[in-house]
């Protein structure tokens, strides 16, 4: 299986900052990743697919980018509302598989 | 509205065995790739189990023959078969919408699974 590894697990940062969360792969995937986010007692959210595909409704400063095995997501300027869990998930080939998750914290 | 809505959790004893369902609306169902996911009690997602449109089956190495999925077109519902119920089982179990190459686009609220004597 294709094991994801996110960095940092964990992070707080305050309202305007610039967040960069990264997710490696064990393997090639192409660019077959895609990122949700999930609030506390909520479903996950899809924000990014086909690794740089911003969902439909998703706000602009989410973005994300990388091929192969290095992807990366951005929240340009934090909000208050992006307080939440962040996990990445490879969709190139069954099993599919997640990150082990990246919680942000607004300082 | 696009909508997956879980049922069918609850409390089971170990070793027993449950049937959860989702109902899919908003949507041409029958087209669509759809998953069984849950989310531990440490918090990890694990991708439990997938079912293709013409009705081809995936699962983890790790739940093989304990799980099984299916899909009812008719009713624009599918289906997660858990037997031999074990305590690490315990979750919340959602349902979700993707396709290969794209992602999981539509998940449901979850249903909560425990399993404890």
């Known amino acids: 299986a294709i094991r994801l590894t996110q960095s940092p697990s964990s992070l707080s940062a305050s309202v305007g900052d610039r967040v960069t969360i990264t997710c490696r792969a064990s393997?090639?995937?192409?660019?077959?990743l895609a990122w949700h986010q999930q609030n506390p007692g909520k479903a996950p959210k899809l924000l990014i697919y086909d690794a740089s595909s911003l969902e439909s409704g998703v706000p602009s400063r989410f973005s994300g980018s990388g091929s192969g095995t290095d992807f990366t997501l951005t929240i340009s300027s934090l909000q208050p509302e992006d307080s939440a869990t962040y996990y990445c998930?490879?969709?190139?080939?069954?099993?599919?598989?997640f990150g082990g998750g990246t919680k942000v914290e607004i300082k | 509205e696009v909508q997956l809505v879980e049922s069918g959790g609850g409390l089971v004893q170990p070793g027993g065995s449950l049937r959860l369902s989702c109902a899919a609306s908003g949507f041409t169902f029958s087209v669509f790739d759809v998953h069984w996911v849950r989310q531990l009690t440490g918090k990890r997602l694990e991708w439990v189990s997938a079912?293709?449109?013409?009705?081809?089956?995936y699962y983890p190495d790790s739940l093989k023959g304990r799980f099984t999925i299916s899909r009812e077109n008719a009713k624009n519902s599918f289906y997660l078969q858990i037997n031999s119920l074990r305590a690490e089982d315990t979750a919340v179990y959602y349902c979700?919408?993707?396709?290969?190459?794209?992602?999981?686009?539509?998940w449901g609220k979850g249903t909560t699974v425990t399993v404890s004597s």
């Open positions: 979700a919408r993707g396709e290969l190459g794209i992602g999981m686009d539509v």
């Open positions: 998930q490879q969709s190139n080939s069954y099993p599919l598989t």
């Open positions: 393997q090639g995937i192409s660019s077959a």
């Open positions: 079912i293709g449109a013409a009705g081809d089956t």
